[in-house]
């Protein structure tokens, strides 16, 4: 594990705590440091239950929801055609449910991860229209397929995009395209899941139905937020935005209630009680075993499951997925091994860039390893499957570098590519990866120069350890829901005295500690993969820690979850 250096956020000048009224000091401290530095904006961040930005304020909405009615209304094909990720699926799950309630003729497509790889396929499009389809709606994608619906058009097709995803040099010539991030596009909220571009123009077509044509569907929005907080939350949009978190807070109650078929099946397999899902849940568990079936075998297995109609069909797919997510699991951790031994053999563990490629890699899992490497070698990384005349890839990166306005660089030498700043993807023809490489290696040479590429524990707090308590916990709940750029905050107490460790789980690779507090009962922590400070067992340590309640047979106990240790220094 490599060290951290650890960064304390500066304290919130004294005059301005005050006017944080009826907040506790370290909730304040915690808006404070995520930026909502007036009382104002962290009263709005906090309370502000819904968002009511309507739908025909996106561009391109207005264009997208009349074609979509003529279809329904002349009895056109229609063909959702959605990603294999979480949030591709749930996309195509909801804008599927939505277009069955208002009566279309319409059925989902996501296309194979091996056969087709990510986005529009000139190849699948023609055998839609073969097959009488008229209009096609991508969900999750389809933003920079320039060429593709070029191709789409000519084979007789209607597309409508519906993206997220960051935009290219040139939008492409759809129907309508629907994507915040349009420059002359002025909804107030850009960074939208793809599920979340998905629910506003299902929202814009139950609105019209409803108020135009006075036809009561039987299906109201709420009734597809379960399936916005999934694809958000396992997406990795960020969470400090008011709409995301209103749409996610909204969904939560949804899954909690558990209603569709599927959603229940899904936590039934992940061990988790409808009633008790939070956006951990999705994140650790929902996530996971529904991106599991795209990585490994076909995303219409996720689809279906989602889209099952009672218990009886949903749970043998459920245990599917169950199955699947383990296997992927096994096969993350050996091709990681496999590579960072590699690294090794050849000196490699310090170059700018990780750039990994293999025949045998598996092309669902290489985003997953990806991922893991960033975190071992906190260096950017490109895991790429070879093909036979083309590979694809997956990258991860790191704050300091922009993996693809890297790869826009490149365009040159792609075939297709696009993500985020963090994480993204590619396609390139075989003879062009020496040439790739090579490229990718100096502008990450020329960026990162200079810079000291150690990962940082941002930590939000210094908190006594004597001031640790229930009602700190439920204090901090009010952020929920947690996750990208709203985590769970990072707490911090100094000179801390253990009077237990011991190791737990497989290689002892946990650690387990009681730490004493002078007059009341000692706190138990738990330390995922810290288990080597076992063998240094110092007198006294600062701890970081997100602070939670372990409930454990019946019984509730405050926690430190460990997020880092080191010796208390004199």
């Known amino acids: 594990m490599l060290p951290k250096q650890w960064f304390v956020a500066p304290s919130v000048p ?35 239950k819904t968002t009511d930005t309507p739908p025909f304020k996106l561009k391109g909405m207005n264009k997208a929801v009349a074609r979509i009615r ?22 195509t799950a909801l804008m599927v449910q939505v277009l069955k309630a208002l009566n279309a003729d319409v059925r989902p497509y996501i296309p194979h991860r091996v056969d087709e790889g990510y986005g529009l396929n000139s190849e699948a499009l023609y055998t839609l229209a073969r097959e009488g389809a008229k209009l096609v709606i991508t969900v999750d994608c389809g933003i920079r397929s320039i060429n593709e619906i070029e191709e789409g058009k000519v084979a007789g097709l209607d597309i409508i995009v519906t993206d997220h995803h960051s935009i290219g040099p040139e939008l492409p010539d759809a129907y309508a395209v629907v994507n915040p991030k349009q420059s002359d596009c002025h909804y107030p909220e850009e960074m939208l899941a793809g599920v979340g571009v998905a629910y506003k123009l299902a ?15 039987g299906l109201a929005p709420s009734d597809i937020l379960d399936l916005v ?41 992940a061990d988790i009680q409808p009633g008790q899902v939070t956006a951990a849940s999705i994140g650790f568990g929902l996530g996971p075993r529904i991106n599991a079936a ?22 043998p797919l459920a245990h599917e997925m169950q199955a ?41 899992v290489v985003g997953l390893v990806a991922g893991r490497l960033v975190e071992a070698f906190y260096r950017p990384a490109i895991v790429m499957e070879l093909g036979e005349h083309e590979s694809r890839a997956s990258c991860r990166s790191i704050p300091q570098f922009d993996i693809t306005n890297a790869l826009d660089q490149c365009a040159d030498l792609l075939v297709r590519h696009g993500g985020h700043a963090q994480a993204a993807g590619f396609t390139v023809r075989n003879e062009n990866i020496d040439a790739l490489r090579e490229r990718l290696m100096d502008i990450a040479r020329r960026t990162l120069d200079g810079q000291e590429l150690v990962p940082t524990l941002n930590i939000d ?4 350890v004597h001031d640790l308590s229930e009602h700190l916990v439920d204090e901090i709940k009010q952020l929920e829901p947690t996750g990208f750029h709203n985590s769970a905050p990072v707490l911090m107490s100094r000179h801390l005295r253990v009077v237990e460790w011991r190791t737990v789980g497989e290689d002892n690779r946990h650690l387990k500690l009681k730490i004493s507090r002078a007059g009341q009962p000692p706190i138990d922590a738990i330390g995922f993969g810290l288990g080597e400070w076992a063998s240094v067992r110092p007198d006294y340590i600062d701890a970081a820690y997100y602070l939670e309640m372990n409930e454990w047979n019946g019984h509730r106990n405050l926690q430190l979850n460990l997020q880092d240790i080191r010796r208390t220094m004199a």
């Open 203 to 217: 929202e814009a077509l139950l609105k019209v139905s409803r108020e135009m044509d006075r036809i009561e569907t």
């Open 324 to 364: 699947l997510n383990a296997r992927r699991q096994d096969i993350t951790r050996e091709m990681q091994a496999a590579i960072e031994a590699q690294l090794i053999d050849e000196e490699q563990d310090d170059v700018p860039l990780i750039f990994a490629a293999g025949e045998d890699y598996l092309p669902g």
């Open 294 to 315: 795209g990585r490994l075998e076909s995303a219409m297995l996720a689809y279906d499951l989602l889209s099952a109609p009672d218990m009886e069909t949903a749970l």
């Open 14 to 48: 004294p005059e301005l705590l005050r006017q944080y009224k009826q907040i506790h000091p370290v909730l304040a401290q915690v808006l404070y440091n995520r930026g909502f530095t007036t009382p104002d904006a962290a009263y709005r961040f906090l309370y502000v």
């Open 461 to 464: 707090a210094e908190v006594d």
């Open 70 to 91: 003529q279809a329904i209304k002349a009895g056109e094909a229609i063909v959702v055609y959605g990603d294999f990720d979480a949030d591709g699926v749930t996309s």
């Open 229 to 269: 907080a999934i694809g958000t939350v396992a997406d990795l949009v960020p969470l400090n935005h008011i709409e995301n978190r209103s749409l996610v807070r909204r969904g939560l109650v949804a899954l909690n209630r558990a209603q569709r078929p599927g959603v229940r099946a899904l936590l039934e397999v």
